[in-house]
């Protein structure tokens, strides 16, 4: 069983420097690895990267993380991911990775995702070449997760690591008409094609904690959602066979 510790939309700052850096150090403690769902800092800000660099700097657990929307906010995003990585932080950008727990191969795949919106509100690949970009955009990142998700069929777990939501489920208690902002369900077609064990997204704050693509379990863990610090996933599985399960919190 690996315990899994998931949050996201941090947002991080020198105004919560000490509740952020009690929070990664207490479920450190509870855990086997850590994931971060996007938005670390508060407005993409260096300073505010270097207070979840602080927090990870001595942490013996490996931490993997993808960017959100307001870590690009300030045009730094190079910067934030730099002083993240030289704290140990595995920062997934339409990329993956692995490592060895509890005797098992754990595959995260990861990218921010992008927009793009749900059944019956969908932006098609059509009309104006700004508009056609940001489809191509969207293709771009469900391309990266097929991709990772075919590297690691070597793993006997895999987790697919988004900022923006790949199910309409999950954002909803958003107002309808932002949901094309909150994510896009061309997000959830290489997973549901490739597969997975769990799925992790943040993003939407008034969304909802829980959904599913077919039967693999699909989780918006934005602070904002959970009520909490970090969220604590057992992942049980063996070669080739895995089930997911939400614990108790660690904070």
Avoid at 49 to 77: M, S
Wanted: glycine share 12%.
């Amino acid at each position: 069983m690996i315990r899994i510790a998931a949050a996201g939309d941090l947002h991080a700052s020198e105004a919560t420097r000490e509740r952020v850096e009690r929070a990664f150090a207490t479920v450190a403690e509870e855990s086997d690895v850590i994931l971060l769902a996007g938005d670390l800092t508060t407005t993409g800000e260096p300073e505010q990267a270097k207070v979840v660099a602080d927090a990870c700097g001595e942490l013996e657990v490996p931490v993997f993380a993808v960017l959100g929307n307001h870590d690009f906010h300030a045009g730094r995003a190079d910067d934030i991911r730099a002083i993240v990585e030289v704290a140990g932080v595995h920062v997934l950008a339409r990329s993956w990775s692995s490592c060895e727990i509890a005797g098992l191969e754990l595959g995260v795949v990861g990218t921010k995702g992008f927009i793009g919106g749900f059944p019956g509100s969908a932006l098609p690949d059509f009309g104006e070449p700004l508009l056609r970009q940001v489809y191509a955009e969207t293709s771009r990142e469900s391309e990266a997760i097929a991709k990772g998700l075919q590297e690691l069929v070597h793993c006997d777990l895999r987790i697919v690591l988004l900022h923006y939501a790949p199910i309409q489920a999950t954002v909803e208690g958003e107002p309808e008409g932002i949901h094309v902002l909150l994510g896009s369900d061309r997000l959830a077609t290489p997973i549901a094609e490739y597969g997975a064990d769990l799925v992790l997204h943040g993003h939407a704050h008034a969304g909802s904690f829980q959904g599913c693509i077919g039967k693999i379990p699909v989780y918006n863990v934005a602070v904002h959602v959970t009520g909490r610090d970090f969220w604590i996933f057992d992942l049980e599985g063996a070669r080739g066979r895995s089930e997911a399960h939400v614990d108790g919190p660690a904070a």
